[in-house]
T-cell receptor
Framework: GAGVSQSPRYKVAKRGQDVALRCDPI?????LFWYQQALGQGPEFLTY????????KSGLPSDRFFAERPEGSVSTLKIQRTQQEDSAVYLC?????????????FGPGTRLTVL | AQKITQTQPGMFVQEKEAVTLDCTYD???????LFWYKQPSSGEMIFLIY??????QNATEGRYSLNFQKARKSANLVISASQLGDSAMYFC?????????????FGKGTKLTVNP
């Protein structure tokens, strides 16, 4: 079956522009996660959805970052007024949420470069 | 606070030999899960192996095994019979259940290079 897909794969934005990153999770996966991976670092958690409910947004670095999953499937991560420090790979992951062992399946990521 | 430490920025191994990638973790929760992911240059995170804190035996998945030492809070990944395709970044991660979330906390990773 299809895995997690993300679009666009690459995005170049001028400082101050708004960007929107899309994630299509695996069909039927209840949980959806966004992570930010800076160059040479491990991924860092941004936010978590269970169906359409955003249960944890503790990792969002500022109020310029906003995520939504209105119908419990596709999710969009929006960054307003982008800054150079927002340059990173943004990874989306989904899981079934069955029991303790919930493997997270990751998408290929969107590489954002802010000039 | 939960934390993952990977102290080896880079490791080299000869093809067909075994290699151990180190991971230590810090948590006060009695229940936790530990994961290893592989990230090739293409960027996608590929799940390798999982170890639950209450699992009695070390996890194994094909050429991957996890050397789980609970008292030392370590969960080292062992790759046997290394292949050229194993060259990649490897991340250790711990599942954290907080506020309804099941997020993963990742280490900084180890870059593995397999030499022919």
């Amino acid at each position: 079956g299809a895995g997690v897909s993300q679009s666009p794969r690459y995005k170049v934005a001028k400082r101050g522009q708004d960007v929107a990153l899309r994630c299509d999770p695996i069909s039927g996966h209840v949980s959806l996660f966004w992570y930010q991976q800076a160059l040479g670092q491990g991924p860092e958690f941004l936010t978590y959805f269970q169906n359409e409910a955003q249960l944890d947004k503790s990792g969002l670095p500022s109020d310029r970052f906003f995520a939504e999953r209105p119908e419990g499937s596709v999710s969009t991560l929006k960054i307003q007024r982008t800054q150079q420090e927002d340059s990173a790979v943004y990874l989306c992951a989904s899981s079934k949420r069955e029991g303790w062992y919930n493997e997270q399946f990751f998408g290929p990521g969107t590489r954002l470069t802010v000039l | 606070a939960q934390k993952i430490t990977q102290t080896q920025p880079g490791m080299f191994v000869q093809e067909k030999e075994a290699v151990t990638l180190d991971c230590t973790y810090d948590t006060s929760d009695p229940s936790y899960g530990l994961f290893w992911y592989k990230q090739p240059s293409s960027g996608e995170m590929i799940f390798l192996i999982y170890q639950g804190s209450y699992d009695q035996q070390n996890a194994t998945e094909g050429r991957y095994s996890l050397n789980f030492q609970k008292a030392r809070k370590s969960a080292n990944l062992v790759i046997s019979a290394s292949q050229l395709g194993d060259s990649a970044m490897y991340f250790c991660a711990m599942r954290v259940d907080q506020g309804g979330s099941e997020k993963l906390v990742f280490g900084k990773g180890t870059k593995l290079t397999v030499n022919p």
